[in-house]
């Protein structure tokens, strides 16, 4: 009885595993997309805001509201249900974008304050959402398969890599036509809140229909997780709770166990984001490529971001060792001076080289952490761990926004 029950588990374990895989792809595509959006257009708001920082300002208020709701969820993460918070997540950034759109066209691309602080307003809306969307999804996949969660942010990667690219297309479409700038921005910010609601469709209707996905959500309820409940519902599966274990785990000793997944994480993502995007926007100098130039820089960031989600996939090259990966964190901390430099003394290339790496460096080690951490525990303990990764994966990238503004000491535009 025993061994059929098994294998009924093993046939849901393999069946819709491929579609699950391009679902949590898609699905990390969404999560970043509109907030992508934003760092990608800074080229039209520098021209509305100049002396506003945008790049900065932008990004110092997104985070406040992305840390602050996130460590709020991540605390009482057990008794969220988590297909009303990724959904509530999707449609705040859906909604967010188009509103973007509106804010511009009521005020006919003119800059100004008011302006301004409308579109900080949304800035803080896309925060909200990204906590909701980025603890909620990864919480859910941290009991799945660790090819979900590779694959998820592999999309969120990805959604740098589109919006770079298509950045790129709608600004040298619109170019040398009269306002290009701004009708290439607005052509931009449409599509990407296109994708927004693609992924509401994706994880209303599909992502917990298949067999996979139903078969690792009812074995987490079966440990005694809630978190699940409306998800099953939707995809039509009688929940039959299990007794809450009384051994679980508490948030503090998930935590203390995986302090230096949690500590590394931070590291990766202040190091990342006090260069990026600010520093690239502000502080490269002028070059050849003109006002395209931190585009470009943009462009390859992301772009290597994206193809180093899969490089763990190589088994020789996904860094398994808890020590070995914070060496590996720690040592990106040489990209500082070397940023500096090139900065100061080298050209173009060799910081398109460094940007590259940075990239290169930050997609990797982030899936990494997150593929080994998840393991050895049972369903809602995973989830209450991915949670709070998640949390400190904020934090890294508040942090970073924040000491991002060192670079401005000295400089006589500040």
């Given amino acids: 009885m025993t061994s059929t029950a098994d294998e009924t588990g093993d046939v849901f374990r393999h069946e819709g595993r491929n579609a699950a895989i391009v679902v949590c792809w898609f699905l990390g595509l969404g999560s970043l997309v509109a907030w992508n959006s934003m760092l990608t257009i800074g080229d039209y708001y520098y021209s509305l805001f100049p002396n506003y920082h945008p790049s900065r300002v932008l990004t ?81 996949m941290a009991f799945m398969l660790p090819e979900f969660m590779q694959s998820f942010f592999a999309g969120l990667a990805a959604s740098g890599v589109l919006t770079s690219g298509l950045r790129l297309v709608t600004r040298a479409a619109f170019d040398k036509t009269n306002h290009g700038l701004r009708k290439g921005t607005l052509l931009f910010l449409a599509i ?61 000793q998930l935590l203390v166990e995986n ?24 502080n490269t100098g002028k070059h050849q490529l003109g006002t395209w130039y931190p585009l470009v820089l943009m462009a390859m960031y992301n772009l290597l971001d994206f193809i180093s989600r899969y490089t763990p996939l190589v088994k020789c090259l996904n860094i398994k060792s808890r020590k070995g990966l914070m060496v590996a964190i720690l040592a990106r901390f040489l990209f500082i001076p070397a940023f500096y430099f090139t900065a100061k003394y080298g ?22 952490v997150l593929t080994a951490a998840p393991k050895g525990y049972k369903g809602p303990e995973q989830n209450a761990l991915g949670n709070i990764l998640v949390v400190f994966l904020l934090g890294g990238i508040f942090s970073g926004v924040s000491a991002d503004w060192l670079w401005l000491i000295g400089n006589s535009s500040f």
């Fill in 60 to 140: 110092l208020v997104y985070q406040p509201f992305a840390v602050g709701t996130m460590i709020l969820l991540a605390y009482n993460e057990a008794k969220i249900d988590t297909r009303k918070r990724n959904l509530i997540g999707y449609t705040l950034f859906f909604t967010s974008t188009m509103l973007l759109i509106v804010v511009d066209l009521v005020t006919s691309g003119k800059g100004g304050l008011g302006p301004y602080l409308g579109i900080c307003v949304l800035v803080g809306a896309f925060g909200l959402a990204d906590a909701l969307v980025q603890g909620g999804m990864v919480g859910d």
């Fill in 192 to 252: 990407s809140a296109s994708f927004e609601f693609i992924c509401i469709l994706l994880y209303a209707f599909i992502f917990p229909k298949l067999p996979i996905v139903k078969h690792f959500r009812s074995k987490a309820a079966s440990q005694g997780s809630k978190t699940v409940k409306s998800d099953l519902a939707a995809a039509g599966v009688e929940t039959q709770e299990g007794q809450v274990d009384e051994v679980r785990k508490t948030n503090k």
């Fill in 259 to 282: 302090l230096d997944y949690a500590i590394g994480l931070y590291l990766i993502y202040i190091l990342t984001l006090s260069i990026f995007p600010g520093f690239l926007y502000e």
């Fill in 347 to 368: 050209d173009q290339g060799w910081m398109i080289l460094l940007t590259s790496l940075l990239g290169l460096t930050n997609g990797h080690l982030t899936v990494c």
